[in-house]
């Protein structure tokens, strides 16, 4: 009897698997184009494995630039009513937080009342909203595999959410230096479910502000060559140290390991999120 229980429990296991690996592991976003862009002309696709871009940028004006201020990022939004509106604010402010981190790598960040060479400004142009039952379900199945086995397992391939960004640095005369479409949505094995509506449109935002920041840093497309280690006061950011410089204090704080545990329990980000440190 126990032999023939344990057969059943391992066609019912890999039936499971078969059906799991006929859904999409990953959502599908397209490019989504705003109108926040000065211009739109003369960009190159381009992209990684998971992500999607369109992108231009003039490596010279760029790599001759010192100093960058960061406008606050906004939101065109067809479907802004589905969202928690303090959720799609720590979006935003996350994709802030991102970009000064990363842009403090080369350039200076000054404060928003400050002349710069260049005036970084992004837009969320969607967001694909994640499911809150579909994610709580992966939320308890990952932490109660991940206690008896001491293993981790994929979060359920269905109501993956997404993000779209565009963003552009314009010099001070509003001349266009660089410019980029971007889209991805959550996958299975890297993004961590989270009950909330926007949670995998934050936890993405990272990705995107990495992306764009590493363009301005390098001059050139940021999808190709090799990856390479953070700096160090980009892991001191990470884990909730102060930045680097005083005009990133702006955007709040990391969560840093507290928003780790958070998010590895599926907990919404205004669990950890502390948001915008003032009024911008």
């Not at 200076?108 to 002349?115: D, T």
Request: proline share 6%; hydrophobic share 45%; with cysteine.
């Amino acid at each position: 009897m126990s032999f023939c229980l344990r057969l059943a429990d391992v066609r019912r296991q890999t039936l499971a698997a078969a059906a799991l690996a006929i859904l999409p592991s990953c959502a599908s976003v397209p490019l989504h184009q705003g109108t926040s862009l000065s211009s739109y002309t003369d960009m190159a696709a381009s992209g990684g494995s998971l992500t999607k871009a369109k992108l231009r940028v003039d490596p010279a004006s760029v790599l001759n630039a010192r100093t960058v201020r960061i406008m606050p990022t906004s939101a065109q939004l067809g479907n802004s009513g589905a969202l928690d509106p303090k959720g799609l604010a720590l979006v935003t402010n996350a994709i802030d937080r991102a970009l000064c981190v990363g842009l403090s790598d080369r350039f200076q960040i000054v404060a928003a009342n400050h002349p710069a060479d260049l005036v970084v400004h992004a837009t969320v142009t969607d967001i694909v909203p994640t499911n809150r039952t579909a994610a709580a379900t992966s939320a308890v199945a990952s932490l109660g595999a991940s206690v008896a086995l001491a293993v981790p397992i994929p979060r359920l391939p269905i109501g993956l959410g997404g993000l779209s960004v565009e963003a552009e640095a314009v010099s001070q005369d509003g001349t266009q230096k660089a410019a980029m479409l971007w889209s991805r949505g959550a996958n299975m094995l890297t993004t961590r479910a989270r009950i909330s509506t926007v949670g995998d449109a934050y936890s993405l935002s990272s990705a995107f502000g990495g992306d764009f920041s590493r363009m301005l840093v390098k001059g050139r497309d940021p999808f190709k060559g090799t990856p390479t280690m953070p700096s160090m006061q980009k892991i001191k950011a990470s884990l909730g140290g102060a930045p680097k410089y005083d005009a990133c204090k702006a955007f709040g704080s990391s969560p840093g390991i507290t928003g780790a545990v958070a998010g590895q329990l599926g907990l919404p980000p205004g669990w950890s999120d502390k948001g915008a440190a003032a009024s911008q």
